[in-house]
C-alpha cells in the first residue's frame, strides 16, 4: 500500500504558530517590554509584533532568532523556527517542501501551470490570486514568500540536478497578462541555461502521451531513497512504496522521450517570444 503522508493541519492562527505566538507573548511580558518596544528592536511595527502573537501572520526566521537574542529566551523561540516556517505552505504541501529542499535531484511534470520553482514572482503572484476558493490578500502574501524561498534551491552548494517536463499548452496560457507572460517565458530561458537544470516542453501535437493520469514530482535523496509526490485540487500524497514510485519513474521516462530536447525547448520558447 502507498504512503500517504498526513500532515498536521495547521493554519494561521491555529496549531503550532497559536504557540509559537503565545511563547512570544510570555517571553516579552517577561522581559517588561512593550510591543512598540520589541518591534523597534527587531525592525517591526508593534501591530505587525500583534499580529506575530495572534498568529494572524507567519513570523520570519529572522525576526525569530532577534527575538530569541533580545528577549533572552535561550533558544526557546528559535526552536520552533522550522516548524513555524513549514507553516508557510499550504497543509497538503508541507512535507512535500521538506523533501524538496533536501533532494539530490528532482523531476517534474507541469501540466496547468509553469512549476512554482520556475515561477516568477509577478507569475506566482497571479496564480495565487487565481485561487478558487478565493485566499485572503495576506495568506497569498505568505505563500508567494514560501514559494519564493522555494527557488533557494538554484543556489544549493552541491547543486542538485533539476529537470522539468511541461506540457506546451502550458507556456501558451498567458497568466497575469501579456507582460507577466513575457517575464515568465524569459526567465524560464535564463533558467534552461544553467548547467543542472534541463527544461522540456511536450508539443502538443504528438499523438502518444503518458502522462495523461496527471501531475507528478519525483525525488532522489541523500540517502538513496526515491520518492513521488502527486497532487491535484489540494489532495496530495508522497509515495515511498518502490512499486509506486519505479511505474511514475518509467512514466517520466517515457514523457521525457516524446517531448522536444532541452535545445528544441529553447527554440521553441523563444519563437513564442518572437511571436507576441
Not at 527587531?42 to 501591530?47: E, M, R
Not at 535531484?105 to 520553482?117: D, E, I, M, R, S
Not at 527557488?151 to 544549493?156: D, G, L
Not at 515568465?184 to 548547467?195: I, V
Amino acid at each position: 500500500m502507498d504512503d500517504e503522508v498526513q500532515q498536521p493541519e495547521y493554519e494561521v492562527g491555529t496549531g503550532m504558530l497559536f504557540v509559537f505566538g503565545r511563547q512570544l507573548k510570555l517571553f516579552r511580558e517577561r522581559a517588561g517590554m512593550d510591543r512598540a518596544r520589541l518591534g523597534s528592536l527587531t525592525g517591526y511595527s508593534a501591530s505587525t509584533i500583534a499580529s506575530f502573537e495572534q498568529a494572524r501572520r507567519i513570523p520570519p526566521p529572522k525576526f525569530i532568532d532577534q527575538a530569541d537574542e533580545v528577549l533572552q529566551a535561550g533558544g526557546v523561540l528559535c526552536a520552533s523556527k522550522e516548524e513555524v516556517a513549514r507553516a508557510q505552505y499550504p497543509a497538503f504541501f508541507r512535507d512535500a517542501a521538506k523533501l524538496e529542499a533536501e533532494a539530490l535531484v528532482l523531476h517534474v511534470y507541469a501540466t496547468q501551470a509553469v512549476p512554482g520553482l520556475l515561477q516568477t514572482k509577478e507569475y506566482a503572484r497571479a496564480v495565487f490570486a487565481m485561487w478558487r476558493p478565493e485566499l485572503d490578500e495576506e495568506v497569498v502574501e505568505q505563500r508567494l514568500t514560501a514559494r519564493l524561498a522555494r527557488q533557494e534551491i538554484f543556489s544549493r552548494r552541491p547543486a542538485p540536478h533539476l529537470s522539468f517536463v511541461i506540457e506546451e499548452a502550458v507556456l501558451l496560457r498567458p497568466l497575469g497578462g501579456e507582460a507577466i507572460w513575457r517575464s515568465q517565458l524569459e526567465h524560464l530561458m535564463l533558467l534552461a541555461e544553467k548547467r543542472n537544470v534541463e527544461i522540456q516542453v511536450l508539443p502538443h501535437s504528438r499523438q502518444e502521451h503518458a502522462g495523461l493520469a496527471g501531475p507528478f514530482t519525483l525525488m532522489e535523496m541523500k540517502d538513496g531513497r526515491r520518492i513521488a509526490y502527486a497532487e491535484v485540487q489540494g489532495d496530495s500524497r508522497v509515495h515511498t512504496e518502490r512499486q509506486r514510485v519505479r511505474e511514475l519513474e518509467r512514466t517520466y521516462g517515457t514523457l521525457r522521450a516524446q517531448a522536444h530536447t532541452p535545445a528544441e525547448s529553447r527554440a521553441l520558447i523563444e519563437k513564442l517570444l518572437g511571436e507576441r
